[in-house]
């Protein structure tokens, strides 16, 4: 049983900071990218940052400078540093993580259950 789990979200004033997690666990035999997606009210899934376990990173424009993603391999784990939050980053975070579970030959995408960030004063 592969599974994401996310923790991290919150209320947040603007200018504040975040970090979110997540872990993957279960029968997973290698991770090949983990990434953070968002989505807020109305709108549609936007990528905000993901990494290759070669190390390369992605991120929206929007974010460049403020959030910062990094991963660690041993634990399955993936972060997403958030700093100098907006409103308009206000939205549900969704981790993701493309991997090759136990017994199968091909890549899985697989989802985290979301984590709410709410950036308010």
């Known amino acids: 049983q592969v599974q994401l789990v996310e923790s991290g979200g919150g209320l947040v004033q603007p200018g504040g900071s975040l970090r979110l997690s997540c872990a993957a666990s279960g029968s997973i035999v290698i991770i090949n990218a983990m990434g953070w997606y968002r989505q807020a009210p109305g709108k549609e899934r936007e990528l905000v940052a993901d990494?290759?376990?070669?190390?390369?990173?992605n991120y929206l424009d929007s974010v460049k400078g403020r959030f910062t993603i990094s991963r660690d391999n041993a634990k399955n784990t993936v972060y997403l540093q958030m700093n100098s939050l907006k409103p308009e980053d206000t939205a549900v975070y969704f981790c993701n993580a493309k991997l090759l579970p136990g017994g199968w030959a091909r890549w899985n995408d697989y989802w985290g259950q979301g984590t709410q960030v709410t950036v308010s004063s």
């Open positions: 990494t290759t376990s070669g190390g390369s990173t």
